[in-house]
């Protein structure tokens, strides 16, 4: 299921939606978030891939719920993604690994690429890891053959849902050092980058749009994933960036996200003004 319906296999054919690219998509791309908040079992997540997997281009592990789950049911719901060419992430849990020692990091390596996972997910935002570790560590994912997606972000201590003003008392990194970082990972081959959220437009008392502006206009949008597992971010980004940008979305939030890409639904202020012109 490569593609978006074709006209001939939507239902309600007649109206016009904006059209989308096909998978594998270069832009456009939605990750969603797998069990994490609710568990997802195969059943579930097939009925989520039956009504909508054209439009979902990845399902991102998190906080190392895999390492909870029988190894048959992690095995189900990577089979199933793969059925549907939607790929599968680790999500950010290398940063739990790392702890465990350098053969912990290889072994998990290993039950990554043997599992079927397609991205692991390098991310150090509860740890203080050396930028060249981390450029070394994104180095050995690739060399499993493993995509190796990087998440860089402006927040100390981001993760784990951490409250604004406990945030606040952490600090914050300069975004120049964050593009930087994004930079470096991508020159080394990265498949691609995750903006972390927090510090830019979760958990803060004002959204630092003024980040999302400077990563994207030296990154390139394309090139970067930004996490918006909230509505009023997600719409903001398609607001300001359009329906083809990258971002990453609850598993809940897969329709709406799509009705506002597809231009056939949103809020008042993006009503009708969603738009994509192809030639």
Request: aromatic letters at 10%.
């Amino acid at each position: 299921m490569p593609s978006p319906p074709e006209d001939s296999e939507r239902a309600f054919a007649f109206l016009k939606v904006n059209q989308r690219l096909g998978k594998p998509r270069s832009r456009g791309i939605t990750e969603i978030r797998g069990p994490y908040y609710t568990p997802m079992g195969k059943r579930y997540l097939q009925d989520v891939l039956e009504t909508m997997g054209a439009y979902v281009d990845a399902l991102k592990f998190a906080g190392g719920s895999f390492a909870l789950m029988p190894r048959r049911a992690v095995q189900e719901l990577i089979d199933l993604c793969h059925a549907h060419n939607v790929l599968v992430s680790t999500g950010g849990f290398i940063e739990y690994v790392l702890g465990q020692g350098s053969e912990a990091v290889h072994r998990y390596l290993g039950e990554c690429k043997e599992l079927g996972f397609d991205i692991v997910e390098v991310s150090s935002g509860f740890i203080t890891v050396p930028p060249d570790d981390l450029l070394r560590l994104v180095q050995e994912v690739q060399k499993t053959g493993l995509k190796a997606k990087p998440e860089v972000g402006i927040q100390f201590g981001a993760g784990g849902a951490s409250a604004a003003a406990e945030l606040e008392a952490e600090g914050t990194r300069d975004p120049e050092w964050a593009i930087g970082q994004a930079r470096r990972f991508l020159e080394a081959g990265a498949y691609q980058v995750m903006i972390e959220s927090e510090g830019i437009t979760e958990n803060v008392r004002a959204w630092r749009t003024d980040v999302v502006a400077r990563i994207a206009n030296t990154l390139g949008p394309e090139r970067v994933m930004f996490e918006a597992a909230d509505p009023e971010v997600f719409t903001w980004y398609i607001k300001n960036y359009g329906p083809e940008v990258n971002l990453f979305v609850d598993h809940s939030q897969i329709v709406q996200l799509e009705c506002l890409r597809s231009g056939i639904w949103g809020t008042k202020s993006l009503w009708g003004r969603v738009l994509t012109y192809k030639g």
